[in-house]
Nanobody, 126 residues
Framework: QVQLVESGGGLVQPGGSLRLSCVAS?????????????MGWYRQAPGKQRELAAR???????IYSDSVKGRFTISSEYAKNTVYLQMDSLNSEDTADYYC???????????????WGQGTQVVVSS
């Protein structure tokens, strides 16, 4: 069963915007109810290690890496079991595969959780 499904990646020009979506299966949550807490987005650029872009803490606070702060916004929509990543003012350094991640029991903080999506590619190029 696919538990996290991302969408929204693609090719965008520098300065442009994209919104990524991650739909979570209710099966990963202890009470089978969606919660955005512990969910987030990581990214992996070619030849580099996977790194945090943005995530929600167990308290529901949004945190961002310094490289995306002020340009990316993480949000959620309970009715759709979805977490979003709005990415604005994109530049070439944002080119990467973006992965949705979930840590529904908050067991792995500050490391990523044990659930991963398949990834969606973002290419920023003119």
């Amino acid at each position: 069963q696919v538990q996290l499904v991302e969408s929204g990646g693609g090719l965008v020009q520098p300065g442009g915007s994209l919104r990524l979506s991650c739909v979570a299966s209710r099966s990963i949550f202890r009470d089978k109810n969606f919660s955005y807490k512990g969910m987030g987005w990581y990214r992996q650029a070619p030849g580099k290690q996977r790194e945090l872009a943005a995530r929600f803490t167990s308290a529901g606070r949004a945190i961002y890496s310094d490289s995306v702060k002020g340009r990316f916004t993480i949000s959620s929509e309970y009715a759709k079991n979805t977490v979003y990543l709005q990415m604005d003012s994109l530049n070439s350094e944002d080119t990467a595969d973006y992965y949705c991640n979930a840590d529904p029991t908050f067991s792995y903080w500050p490391s990523p959780g044990n659930y991963w999506g398949q990834g969606t590619q973002v290419v920023v190029s003119s």
